[in-house]
């Protein structure tokens, strides 16, 4: 893009292999429609922060992401698609990505049951997947690690100094729970994050989740742990929302837990008072290091939430989650309309950096 405006001076940490992962469909209501977490989104981002510095995302351990999951989700996601081809599944009935079709429902237990690893991989698919929308490819498992790396690279970056980094993380994360994969998200990049800053501040740390969905996976993770303050402004999933069974006001855990449910069709005014009212509340829970769970689908024109932030209103929350003035890492999540997801993005760095340079 080249738009003028400001040189970003934030680093920007990425990874080609985000390409790896094609998820190519979302079965929704049991038709195949088109997918929506598509590899240009963050090309699109790429181009549209063409200038800034670009680290490449270094390899973790994987105690980076045990920190945050469970081994069995991670030993199933990197087996799952060739489990998948080598059971047939690809030929007979002829489905290119792994597709769940049973689910533990928790009411098919009595007390003292609990769910079998099923032995079909057919079967197994839904012991670790909560909706069908979130398929798996051959490269799947590759670029979720990888985005992990991305989100633990910046991480490291401001533990190193920098007093902000950005992940461009693909595919997202926040609806990813410990044991649990599903809204597009495999791995939480923004709850590994979260994790590497907590070991490394020693201090509270906020995960503000700014994406139009509620961050649910990341509540789940870190609802036992009262050092992780985790905030999420989204769209009211009693409105009729994703992700539908949770991210309600009365959803506070142990009170580390904050979720901000706006009405569809709430524009900046609301939004940015959401934002404000979340970094005030980190702010006051005595945060050491934020993670911003950078989701752009709030946008107006965005086609998969009714919320109708403007760009302007991108760069105010930058502006409002950067004033805190913590070492903070912003951790790509949704954002659906690739003719603005880039410059949106971009609103967002500019106004942190903005922040930060009033205060000195
Ligand atoms: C990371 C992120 O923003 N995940 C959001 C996933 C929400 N997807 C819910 C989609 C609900 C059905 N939409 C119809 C589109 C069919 N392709
Ligand atoms: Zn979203």
């Not at 181009?47 to 069995?72: C, I, K, N, T, Y």
């Given at each position: 893009m080249g738009d003028g405006g400001p040189r970003l001076s934030t680093p920007v940490v990425w990874t080609d292999l985000h390409r790896l992962h094609e998820p190519g469909a979302e079965v929704w209501v049991g038709v195949r429609t088109p997918g929506t977490?598509?590899?240009?989104?963050?090309?699109?981002?790429?181009?549209?922060?063409?200038?800034?510095?670009?680290?490449?995302?270094?390899?973790?351990?994987?105690?980076?992401?045990?920190?945050?999951?469970?081994?069995?989700?991670?030993?199933?996601?990197?087996?799952?698609?060739?489990?998948?081809?080598?059971?047939?599944?690809?030929?007979?009935?002829?489905?290119?990505?792994?597709?769940?079709?049973?689910?533990?429902?928790?009411?098919?237990?009595?007390?003292?049951?609990?769910?079998?690893?099923?032995?079909?991989?057919?079967?197994?698919?839904?012991?670790?997947?909560?909706?069908?929308?979130?398929?798996?490819?051959p490269g799947t498992w590759e670029a979720a690690r990888a985005a992990v790396d991305a989100a633990v690279t910046a991480a490291d970056l401001v533990l190193a100094g920098e007093p902000a980094a950005y992940a461009c993380c693909r595919p997202p994360g926040h609806h990813a729970t410990r044991s649990a994969f599903?809204?597009?998200?495999?791995?939480?990049?923004?709850?590994?994050?979260?994790?590497?800053?907590?070991?490394?501040?020693?201090?509270?740390?906020?995960?503000?989740?700014?994406?139009?969905?509620?961050?649910?996976?990341?509540?789940?993770?870190?609802?036992?742990?009262?050092?992780?303050?985790?905030?999420?402004?989204?769209?009211?999933?009693?409105?009729?929302?994703?992700?539908?069974?949770?991210?309600?006001?009365?959803?506070?855990?142990?009170?580390?837990?904050?979720?901000l449910p706006l009405a569809p069709g709430s524009g900046d005014e609301e939004w940015l008072e959401a934002v404000r009212s979340l970094a005030e509340w980190a702010r006051a829970g005595g945060a050491e290091a934020l993670v911003v769970a950078l989701g752009v689908d709030a946008a107006a024109g965005d086609p998969e939430s009714p919320l109708a932030v403007t760009a302007a209103g991108f760069r105010a929350a930058g502006r409002e989650l950067g004033a805190l003035g913590l070492p903070t890492v912003l951790v790509q999540e949704g954002g659906y309309e690739l003719e603005t997801i880039g410059e949106l993005v971009r609103e967002v760095l500019v106004g942190v950096e903005g922040a930060g340079e009033r205060r000195q």
């Open positions: 977490e598509v590899p240009e989104r963050a090309e699109r981002i790429r181009a549209a922060l063409a200038g800034a510095r670009f680290v490449e995302a270094r390899p973790q351990p994987d105690e980076a992401v045990l920190a945050v999951h469970d081994a069995a989700l991670l030993d199933y996601l990197a087996s799952a698609w060739d489990e998948w081809e080598a059971a047939g599944l690809t030929r007979d009935p002829g489905q290119d990505r792994v597709v769940p079709y049973i689910f533990p429902h928790p009411s098919l237990f009595s007390p003292g049951v609990s769910p079998a690893v099923p032995a079909a991989a057919s079967a197994r698919a839904g012991r670790f997947a909560f909706d069908t929308m979130t398929l798996i490819g599903g809204g597009s998200c495999y791995l939480n990049n923004a709850a590994a994050a979260a994790a590497r800053l907590l070991s490394g501040v020693g201090g509270p740390v906020a995960v503000i989740d700014i994406d139009a969905h509620h961050g649910n996976g990341t509540q789940a993770i870190f609802w036992d742990d009262p050092l992780a303050l985790t905030g999420s402004v989204h769209v009211d999933p009693g409105a009729g929302w994703f992700p539908h069974f949770l991210g309600f006001a009365e959803e506070t855990g142990g009170g580390a837990n904050r979720n």
